[in-house]
């Protein structure tokens, strides 16, 4: 990916992407079997946690590697290049992590063991907030888990739906309405607790390798410190700069069709022609039209992630978080297209990469923020202002 080589800033990054070439053909072969199979390429994770992956946005304060939103994205671009649901699956953990400690989400003990649990137990985590009676915590539905406490201990009880990386997860972070508070608590639950079963569920047409079951608490008993915050509304509802990692995942996908129907471009000569396809006008106006929205899309993505972490300009390009998942989501899909119409039929054969791709980037369109709410409130900010 030599247009991403422009944005790699220092040795540092460079050292991570290097990293995770390494592992690029095992993650890819294992990626297109677990969509094959709709199971969940366990080994990929195995292969990530060994370069130190789950602590790429751990501050180095805590022991982890210090990484910012700018440097995820670049790595997330570039590991969703080889298999996006691996990158999308570890994804959440490292928004999480960025996030929770970035704005010092929990009291200080318990942002002090969960960072021991990351560097020294490899420990994984997700947010498990999606239900399917309430849908997308954005929309902001009062979740039906309850937990209720009872002889110095949580019951928890409840239904999750959506839960990427579920086999992976070793803590998963689970929203949960608390009566006698009447307000909704975050319980961090370790994967082995009694009670917690793993419901196989997905059965999606992309991003199947996620794993992303059901999870049921049938009366999890926890300690009293297993509720680690309180909010009067979903966590989902708050987007912010770590989530970049979303759009970063299908730009990655983009990236990989890209160079797909390039290198068919390159090397696909029908006895009909001379040359190969890419010296027809047609297909390199295509190539041209893919090459504009990857352009466009990595130079939004990358600038919003860089504004947002410059304390002068981080307020304006908070205005463009949900923008930038819009813009590159949507550019990817066209990407996608493009690329399949220069492949032609071949692209929609099962062995194909197109064809995964196809499936894959859809998802996308139903990851946070949505777009309605995206355009809503870019509307609503520019009639407010001045």
């Known amino acids: 990916m030599a247009a991403l080589n422009a944005f790699i800033k220092n040795d540092n ?10 592992l690029k053909r095992n993650i890819e072969e294992r990626g297109a079997k677990a969509d094959l199979e709709n199971s969940f390429p366990a080994e990929n994770f195995e292969d990530l946690l060994n370069i130190g992956y789950n602590k790429v946005t751990l501050p180095a304060a805590y022991g982890g590697l210090g990484f910012g939103i700018y440097d995820m994205i670049l790595f997330q671009e570039t590991l969703a290049s080889f298999d996006a649901a691996t990158a999308l699956s570890i994804g959440w953990h490292l928004g999480i992590v960025g996030d929770l400690y970035d704005k010092k989400l929990w009291d200080d003990a318990h942002l002090e063991d969960f960072a021991k649990k990351i560097v020294n137990e490899r420990a994984l985590t997700n947010r498990i907030l999606s239900e399917v009676i309430t849908g997308s915590p954005t929309r902001g539905g009062r979740p039906g888990t309850n937990a209720i406490f009872s002889d110095g201990q949580w019951h928890v009880n409840g239904h ?5 990386l579920s086999y992976a997860t070793t803590h998963y972070i689970t929203s949960a309405w608390i009566p006698e508070k009447e307000l909704i608590g975050f319980f961090l639950i370790p994967q082995q607790s009694n009670g917690l079963t793993i419901k196989e569920t997905w059965d999606m047409m992309g991003m199947r390798g996620t794993a992303s079951h059901d999870l049921i608490f ?25 989530a970049l990692h979303i759009p970063a995942v299908y730009l990655g ?5 890209r160079d797909h129907a390039l290198e068919f471009a390159r090397t696909y000569k029908p006895n009909s022609l001379d040359f190969p396809i890419g010296q027809l006008p047609h297909i390199q106006e295509k190539i041209g039209q893919m090459e504009l929205k990857l352009t ?13 972490e410059d304390p002068k300009t981080h307020d304006y390009a908070a205005g463009l978080l949900g923008a930038a998942k819009h813009v590159v989501v949507n550019n990817a899909l066209d990407i996608v297209d493009i690329a399949m119409r220069i492949v ?13 791709y196809y499936r894959d980037v859809r998802a996308g369109l139903h990851n946070p923020p949505m777009d309605d ?14």
């Open 13 to 22: 990054q460079q050292a991570m992407i290097t990293q995770l070439h390494t």
């Open 218 to 242: 049938e009366d999890v008993v926890l300690p009293e410190d297993a509720l680690v915050e309180l909010n009067n509304k979903p966590r989902g509802a708050k987007v912010n700069g770590w």
């Open 160 to 164: 999750k739906s959506f839960a990427s």
């Open 296 to 308: 466009t899309s990595r130079h939004f993505l990358y600038d919003v992630a860089q504004k947002f």
């Open 344 to 356: 032609g039929a071949q692209s929609l054969k099962t062995s194909n990469p197109l064809n995964r």
């Open 253 to 257: 996908i983009a990236q990989a069709a």
């Open 373 to 386: 709410m995206t355009i809503t409130k870019l509307a609503t900010a520019a009639l407010e202002e001045n």
